[in-house]
């Protein structure tokens, strides 16, 4: 999946793979209610053009490190759908072998760092891979995934300020989605957005419409291929809305209904629906045959899980020390 799309079916494409992430999270959602699915479940809901705008623009030996929200970042990025469902499962199919979990989820062979529980923890990870890159001699670009909640660490600061210094190909991408955990991220700083942060380290920032995947798109190339060209860091701010609570089962009293209404009349799905379809790139059909499609992968992910063993306990120290 993370590679750059055909010019004139790129928005059906692009659809195709926010349809699966929406699948996905819609199922994992109702199997965690359901008491099938341990640990705890963040879901992306709402906020599938940003992963999928993202990793459109990058190559399969770049690298991506996520949240405690992931699972769209890693599909968007390539991960097996077979696989994942599993590791959320627990089971010895998994990406990580049943070890990680939703918020540890990770395929370094697709260029995925991995989801984190530590809020903050994405930048510094992706700022070591693009180090790596430089040192290697390398042309691959990392992207730092992270909430708005995240940049009142130090951790952002600290990041930030020394990808700035090193020039490293790194793209920080800021998922504005309104709330950090329970909190109104507009009450935690007197400035406005994320962006204003990035020239304060030297750092170019872009503002981009994060519901719109193909806004998304376009300025993640931008900013990519001027990281992968040496011209230092950059970062996105990408304002959107996160549909579900906190966590799953979170009773989000927080969020004003009118609020909640509003962005999801927004939902990236219906933008994109909307603009191929006036642009005639696909009927209503085949667009309805795409989201069938999307469920029923996810379904058959969801018999391979299921049919899948548990690891062995013998294993239960097996990848967890390096030599």
Not at 200 to 215: L, M, Q
Not at 240 to 251: A, F, K, M, N, S
Request: with cysteine; net charge negative; hydrophobic share 40%.
């Amino acid at each position: 999946m993370a590679v750059q799309v055909h010019e004139k079916t790129h928005l059906v494409e692009l659809f195709a793979r926010m349809c699966l992430i929406r699948a996905f999270e819609q199922r994992v959602s109702s199997l965690y209610r359901g008491a099938e699915i341990p640990g705890f479940i963040h879901t992306s809901l709402g906020q599938e053009a940003v992963a999928v705008g993202v990793c459109a623009a990058l190559r399969d030996d770049d690298w991506i490190a996520t949240t405690h929200r992931g699972h769209g970042h890693c599909l968007a990025k390539g991960a097996d759908l077979d696989a994942a469902m599993a590791e959320l499962f627990g089971k010895a199919t998994g990406l990580c072998k049943g070890k990680g979990g939703s918020m540890h989820i990770a395929d370094p062979r697709k260029g995925i760092l991995g989801a984190n529980a530590i809020v903050g923890a994405s930048l510094p990870l992706a700022t070591g891979a693009a180090l790596s890159s430089r040192l290697l001699g390398r042309d691959g670009v990392s992207v730092a995934f992270f909430g708005e909640g995240a940049v009142n660490q130090g951790t952002f600061h600290e990041t930030v300020n020394l990808a700035a210094v090193w020039d490293l190909p790194v793209l920080f991408v800021c998922e504005n989605n309104r709330y950090a955990e329970f909190t109104d991220s507009r009450t935690m700083s007197r400035r406005e957005g994320v962006a204003a942060l990035g020239p304060a380290y030297g750092v170019r920032a872009t503002v981009v419409d994060g519901n719109d995947v193909e806004a998304v798109l376009g300025a993640a190339q931008e900013a990519v291929d001027s990281c992968r060209a040496g011209e230092g860091p950059r970062l996105l701010e990408a304002e959107t809305y996160r549909w579900q609570g906190h966590y799953e089962g979170d009773p989000q009293t927080y969020k004003p209904a009118e609020e909640a209404d509003a962005w999801r009349a927004r939902d990236p799905l219906l933008i994109t629906r909307a603009r191929i379809a006036s642009e005639n790139l696909a009927s209503d059909d085949e667009l309805d045959a795409v989201l069938r499609d999307a469920e029923a992968r996810v379904a058959s992910a969801e018999a391979f899980a299921r049919s899948s063993p548990y690891p062995d306990l013998a294993e239960i120290l097996t990848d967890v020390y390096g030599d």
